[in-house]
């Protein structure tokens, strides 16, 4: 176990209406490969990788980290989302010192357009602020992803900036963990814990 602060890693698996968000396990591995082989899920992040590169890179256990929580749905990883900090060297900060939670998700194109992606967010962010409460949240995504332009929205996300970055527009914006998804409209299932 480690530590994030007073937050012990990794927490109880945290299960919604119909997802698990859980630690990484080796059985993961290859729907790891899978999602950063995707050309689909590598249009908004700078393409997808070599498979056979993957296949030599990927550790046996992958994204076996803090904050870092595998989304399962019926037994079977769907997708992965972070709570990293924002590197402080990166443009798009709400504190002068950077550091703040940046909300990342990849998922397997095969489970777009069901909510997942929503209903993993929210629990995820739900389960942040209850466990660092008062820390913001922050989001940076292309302006072009049509998509995850929708999804900041719908979880509480707003604007801050937009700036150039990688080539591309980035949306910059940040989410106050003193409304949490689970109490207001974006949530779209009852989160339980353990």
Known sequence: ????????????????????????EA?????FIDLFASPEVGTYIGGARPRDELERAV????????????????GAMIGMLTLDPRDAERRGHVRPEGGEAELGYLFLPE?????YAAEACAAALDWFADALPGEP??????SANDRAMRLAVKLGFTEVERFEE?????????????????????????VRRG
Request: charged content about 20%; hydrophobic content about 35%.
């Open 59 to 74: 550790p046996e256990v992958p994204g076996r980290r803090p904050r870092c929580f595998v989304v399962e749905l019926d």
């Open 1 to 24: 176990m480690t530590e994030l602060g007073p937050v012990s890693w990794p927490p109880a698996p945290i299960r919604t209406e119909r997802l698990v968000l859980r630690e990484s």
């Open 166 to 190: 990688w080539g591309a527009e980035q949306w910059f914006g940040v989410r106050s963990s003193l409304t949490p998804s689970g109490r207001g409209s974006a949530s779209p299932g009852h």
């Open 111 to 115: 489970a777009w357009g069901h909510g």
């Open 137 to 142: 949240v922050v989001l940076a995504t292309q």
């Open 27 to 31: 059985r993961d591995r290859a729907a």
